[in-house]
């Protein structure tokens, strides 16, 4: 006996609000929520249907009644298959009222937390072309489109360099043009996959894990500097060089041309040999005069118009006046400690990635910083009495912990001391809002200001003030 289909159809379904993951909103007839993907607020919509929970339903409007007013023609022709940009339907101005709202509503609903009068967000001035950083992977076996698959015809060119398709592991979308990066990384994107197709160099199969090429970093500055970074499946020295030879001559701009030869099972380089080919192993961001090594395996926030704006206001949330002491948590390669460090005393910097800690003692170096200490190890087993006994107790502390937030034995050794002021960075205002509860029977939230580091999408960053009470 067939299985009756439990999917249900919702018809004339008015969206109301977005923010869940990049889903639009809206309310079934029977009260659960509907979590839906292609939808945009204001839109009368009939949905089927594709998973069903205790209090929502995930799916699919299916047919339009209605468009909403903030709907915007999408730029890129990639739009709706790419899943990199899901609010590129959406008007920039109503993506930032989202935004705000998922932040205050995470703050004062998850985290019970009793808020000041909220700063507007802060919008990126560059919509699109903003990242500093794009990861491409090949493949052998494209995605296909509906309209491919269903003309019958035998399709010969397969190679793609591009995206995964969203929850498809194996499946890669080929980029014509991203709208994420600024010229020159469609060129390059563009003529990597040209040259080695023409040059007969096999892109990777995920699935059988054969073929040579595997992925493509292109990293940029605001100085100008390109960093470019191919990683191979085999150790072919010969089809490696003919590639990286072209790369070179096309783009003698080129800053930093690396490889890594990587025949293990996943493509994550962090635990790879990565090999300079040609120019510098390091490429240099640079703001307010201070000189940021970047390298191949180096976190830098990957828009840095906005990240500058960030630190600007994590400095005045700070509000130094030159004889603090500051720890700065989760410090990465210490771009904020020594962007606060001219206003403070001293700055110790704490971070688990030994690489960036590396490059934090260089940079400090470099930008002639000597008021900064950086030491590496997990938070929680290195943020403790004798640590604090040994190196001060910070007036102001600085956290700019990853999506799962601070660990609850940091936030315990947090409350253990009592600074005087914190300031918490946050790249998931969830997590934030959990650990904001965890601190607000002695921190008082004094301010708050959501930066929009990632216009398109449903990501946001937000800075929040805490006050000894």
Aim: aromatic letters at 10%.
């Amino acid at each position: 006996m067939a299985r009756r289909n439990k999917n249900k159809l919702f018809t004339e379904i008015e969206v109301v609000d977005a923010g869940a993951k990049g889903k639009a909103v809206a309310k079934s007839p029977d009260g659960r929520v509907i979590f839906i993907d292609n939808a945009v607020p204001g839109d009368v919509v009939d949905v089927q249907t594709t998973r069903k929970k205790k209090s929502f339903y995930q799916g699919t409007a299916i047919e339009f009644h209605k468009l909403s007013d903030k709907r915007t023609e999408p730029v890129c022709q990639h739009f709706g298959t790419c899943g990199g940009c899901k609010w590129q339907n959406m008007d920039y101005k109503f993506q930032l009222e989202y935004k705000q709202n998922e932040v205050v509503n995470n703050l004062q609903r998850l985290g019970k937390i009793e808020l000041p009068e909220v700063t507007p967000i802060l919008g990126s001035e560059e919509i699109y072309f903003y990242r500093n950083k794009m990861e491409f992977s090949f493949s052998d076996s494209r995605w296909l489109t509906q309209e491919e698959i269903q003309s019958g015809e035998d399709i010969e060119e397969r190679n793609a360099l591009g995206f995964h398709i969203p929850g498809m592991w194996d499946k890669i979308l080929d980029i014509k043009k991203c709208h994420l990066q600024a010229d020159p990384s469609n060129d390059i994107r563009n003529f990597v996959k040209k040259f080695a197709t023409e040059n007969d160099l096999p892109f990777f199969n995920t699935r059988k894990q054969e073929g040579l090429l595997r992925t493509l970093m292109i990293r940029t500055t605001s100085t100008g500097e390109i960093m470019i970074l191919v990683q191979f499946f085999e150790d072919n020295k010969e089809k490696r060089e003919l590639l990286l030879n072209a790369l070179e001559e096309k783009f003698p701009a080129i800053t930093s041309l690396q490889y890594v030869v990587n025949g293990k099972a996943n493509d994550t380089i962090y635990d790879q040999e990565v090999i300079c080919f040609k120019g510098r192993d390091h490429i240099f961001e640079e703001m307010e005069g201070l000189k940021f090594k970047i390298n191949a395996k180096s976190f830098y926030q990957t828009n840095s118009d906005q990240a500058y704006n960030l630190y600007k206001i994590a400095r005045e949330y700070a509000d130094l006046k030159g004889d603090e002491l500051v720890y700065d948590l989760y410090t990465g390669t210490g771009t904020i400690a020594q962007f606060v460090a001219k206003k403070a005393k001293k700055v110790i910097g704490v971070e688990a990635v030994p690489e960036a800690i590396k490059d934090a003692k260089e940079n400090a170096e470099r930008n002639n910083i000597d008021n900064v200490e950086f030491y590496v190890g997990d938070m929680r087993k290195v943020f403790t009495e004798s640590f604090i006994n040994e190196h001060g107790h910070p007036d102001v502390i600085i956290t700019d912990p990853p999506r799962d937030g601070m660990h609850k034995d940091v936030v315990a050794q947090i409350i253990g001391i009592l600074p005087q002021r914190i300031v918490y960075v946050s790249c998931n205002s969830a997590t934030q809002a959990r650990d904001l509860s965890l601190l607000d029977e002695y921190y008082k939230v004094t301010k708050v200001q959501a930066v929009d580091m990632f216009p398109q999408t449903h990501h946001v960053e937000n800075v929040v003030c805490l006050e000894k009470r």
